[in-house]
C-alpha cells in the first residue's frame, strides 16, 4: 500500500463541476502518474502536484513537482528543505497558471505593469527575503539531505522484511521515495490492539511516533463538518450561487481507502542524521513490538 491516491480512484469523483486533479505525493513516495495524467487528459483537467513532502522524489527519472501542470513544495520546518515556514509554487507555463499565481500571493496587484491595480480579492502570502535567502541556501544540500534518508530507509527496510503483521513501505513502481517519514502498515488480523497499542509499545521506549498519522480526515474538522466560514454564512458550501446544485456533504463512506489508511498506518519518525545504529534501534523495538502484540 502506498497510501497514494491512482487514477482507478480519481476517475470515480470527476463530475461536470470538475476543474482539477490534485494528486498528493504522501510522505515523499510518487504517485504513479502517468495514468493520472492520461486520466486528466482524457477529461481536459489541469493536474496540480501537492510535492510538500516529496523534494527531490523522482518518477520515471522526472522530479515530482514538474510532471503535472502546477507543483506545490511546502518550506514548513519539518520537511526535507525549509524556511520556517512558507512554500514554493511552479507552474508549466505563465498563463494562465504562473501569472495568476504571482498575483495571488501579492493582493493580486500588478508589480510592473504599465497602470497597476488590485485586480481581484487575493490575500498577502508573500515570503520575506530573509525566507527566500535561507531557502536558495538549502538547495545546495537538499540532494545530501535525501540521498541520507533513503539510505537509512533501506536499512530500515532489510531489517523490517518478513516482520509478521508489519508492512514496510511499498515505493511505487519507476520511483524514487524520498522518505518524508517511515511508514509502515500495522495488520489488526495479526497486531494485538493494532495501530494504537502498536504506537504506544513504541511510545513508551522513546520512539514518537504517530499511529494513524491524523487523528480524523479534513472532511471531518469542524470547518468543513459544520461548514463554519464567513461568520455564519455557510460561504461558499451554502448561498444564491448554489441554486439548483445538490448540498456539500462529506460523508465517511465515500473514502474508504482513506478511512482504511488511517487505521493501520503507523508514521515513524525520519531524519537525515540518523546513524545505522538510530535505525537499528527503532527496527528493534518495532520487531519487539510485533512479537509482544502477536
Not at 490575500?123 to 540532494?143: D, F, I, S
Not at 494504537?196 to 521506549?205: M, P, Q, V
Request: net charge neutral.
Amino acid at each position: 500500500m502506498t497510501y497514494n491516491v491512482t487514477a482507478e480512484t480519481i476517475e470515480p469523483h470527476i463530475t461536470p463541476r470538475t476543474r482539477a486533479i490534485i494528486v498528493t505525493h504522501l510522505f515523499g513516495n510518487p504517485c504513479d502518474m502517468k495514468p493520472i495524467l492520461e486520466l486528466a487528459a482524457s477529461k481536459s483537467l489541469p493536474v496540480i502536484e501537492d510535492a510538500a513532502q516529496a523534494f527531490w522524489a523522482e518518477y520515471r527519472g522526472q522530479r515530482v513537482g514538474t510532471i503535472g501542470d502546477i507543483g506545490c513544495f511546502s518550506l514548513q520546518q519539518g520537511k526535507h528543505m525549509t524556511s520556517g515556514e512558507g512554500g514554493i509554487v511552479v507552474a508549466r507555463s505563465i498563463e494562465p497558471y504562473s501569472r495568476r499565481m504571482t498575483l495571488f500571493i501579492d493582493k493580486a496587484w500588478g508589480y510592473g505593469d504599465p497602470k497597476p491595480d488590485h485586480y481581484f480579492l487575493a490575500p498577502n502570502y508573500r515570503m520575506t527575503e530573509l525566507q527566500g535567502a535561507v531557502v536558495l541556501g538549502q538547495l545546495g544540500k537538499v540532494e545530501r539531505v535525501v540521498e541520507a534518508r533513503v539510505q537509512m530507509a533501506a536499512i530500515m527496510d532489510r531489517l523490517l522484511e518478513g516482520v509478521p503483521g508489519v508492512q514496510i513501505p511499498k515505493v511505487t513502481a519507476h520511483s524514487k521515495h524520498v522518505y518524508w517519514k517511515y511508514c509502515v502498515r500495522v495488520d489488526p488480523d495479526v497486531i494485538r490492539g493494532g495501530v494504537d497499542a502498536f504506537g504506544r509499545y513504541l511510545a513508551e521506549r522513546g520512539i514518537a511516533c504517530a499511529p494513524r498519522y491524523i487523528q480524523k480526515p479534513a472532511f471531518m474538522c469542524q470547518i468543513l463538518r459544520d461548514q463554519v466560514t464567513f461568520g455564519k454564512s455557510g460561504f461558499p458550501f451554502r448561498g444564491p450561487h448554489r441554486a439548483g446544485l445538490p448540498p456539500v456533504e462529506y460523508r465517511p463512506e465515500d473514502y474508504p481507502g482513506a478511512a482504511k489508511a488511517l487505521a493501520e498506518v503507523c508514521v515513524l519518525p525520519w531524519n537525515e542524521k540518523y546513524s545505522e545504529e538510530d535505525v537499528e534501534y527503532i527496527a528493534g523495538v518495532v520487531k519487539e513490538a510485533a512479537n509482544a502484540l502477536r
